[in-house]
Every structure is written in C-alpha cells, then in structure tokens.
C-alpha cells in the first residue's frame, strides 16, 4: 500500500519562502509521476507541478512559473516543492499525489493522496 505524507507548510509573510515535502512509503508499479496540487476555500483544486520518475522531466502551472521548484531525492522517497517570492494567493492546503506521466505538462490516473498540508501567505 503507498502512501504520502506532505509537510512543510506554516505561515510567512508575502515574498517569503517555504519547502514541502511529501515522503512516500511503500511501492507502486503503476505510477512514475509525482505532483503538487493546491486547494484554497471556495476554489477549485488546481495542479501546481508535476516531476516524472527519472526526474529529468518536469512540468509548472503558470501562476507558479519561476517561483517554485519541484524536485526528488531517491534516496529518501521524498519529492519536494521549493516554493519562493510567495503571495498571498499562493495561501491553500498543498496536496501530495502520485500518478501516471503521458507527456509534457500531463500527468493523471492519480492513484494515491496525501493528507495535504496548510500554506498560508500574509500581506
């Protein structure tokens, strides 16, 4: 059974910066894709970024585009979201997820969740 675990997440000031991180335990066959997603209250949930198993592939939604950095480290079966530069919209529960890569800026079939973790962003 896999699962994922997000932590990282707290409270900073706008054009400051936090790193999550989302630990993976157990194995899975069927997924090679690892991707942040972002929920605020009343909106609807929307990816972040996406890393491909290799991690020599990786993708970022466009409101985060060279403000936040998505990265694995193999050894400790954890994937990372180096978030800098952070504004007040960046504010949401910060979701973990595992899943397939079918090409560029494309991840799906989302298999496993983690519980998420809260970002919050003051003027």
């Known amino acids: 059974q896999v699962q994922l675990a997000e932590s990282g997440g707290g409270s900073v000031k706008a054009g400051g910066s936090l790193r999550l991180s989302c630990v993976v335990s157990g194995y899975s066959s069927s997924t090679n894709c690892m991707s942040w997603f972002r929920q605020a209250p009343g909106k609807e949930r929307e990816g972040v970024a996406h890393?491909?198993?290799?991690?020599?592939?990786?993708y970022y939604a466009d409101f985060v585009k060279g403000r936040f950095t998505i990265s694995q480290d193999n050894a400790k079966n954890t994937v990372y979201l180096q978030m800098n530069s952070l504004k007040p919209e960046d504010t949401a529960m910060y979701y973990c997820a595992a899943g397939i890569w079918v090409g560029y800026g494309a991840c799906d079939s989302f298999k496993y969740w983690g519980q998420g973790t809260q970002v919050t962003v003051s003027s």
């Open positions: 890393i491909h198993a290799s991690g020599d592939y990786t």
